[in-house]
């Protein structure tokens, strides 16, 4: 298991067990459910902007000129080759996005299953 992995469900199981202490001490189960699942799915969209940082969404885009301008800009023609190859790369999911994505994901489940 790779160190993002590892971390993330360290930090996730940390939350998890701070949510079954404030249990013990008589929080309701459904206010921790709501802040679980709120900090939960902050978390996974923080990692899925991560996700869509190097996703490459903008590649090939033109630069619109005005009517009356005649200067041209050296990047404005990019062979279709270069730019197929570009967007059509492997997903990349950094470290960073991966660790966010795991608590996330771990902490809305959590907050599923204790409504239930």
């Known amino acids: 298991m790779n160190k993002p ?3 993330g469900l360290l930090i996730a199981l940390v939350g998890i067990v701070v949510a079954l202490i404030a ?24 990692g899925l902007i991560g996700v869509l940082s190097k996703g ?11 009517k009356g301008d005649d200067e041209r800009f050296e990047n404005e023609k990019i062979p ?3 730019i197929g ?9 950094r470290p960073f996005a991966q660790l966010t994505l ?3 994901i771990i902490w ?3 907050a599923i299953i204790i409504t239930l």
């Open 56 to 66: 490459h969404l903008f590649t090939g885009w033109r630069i619109f000129h005005r």
């Open 108 to 110: 809305i489940a959590f």
């Open 85 to 93: 190859g570009i967007k059509n790369a492997k997903i990349v999911v």
């Open 5 to 7: 992995k590892r971390l």
């Open 23 to 46: 249990m013990v001490f008589k929080v309701s189960a459904i206010t921790i459910s709501n802040y679980l699942f709120l900090i939960g799915l902050l978390f996974t969209v923080i």
């Open 80 to 82: 279709a080759d270069k």
């Open 102 to 104: 795991i608590i996330g």
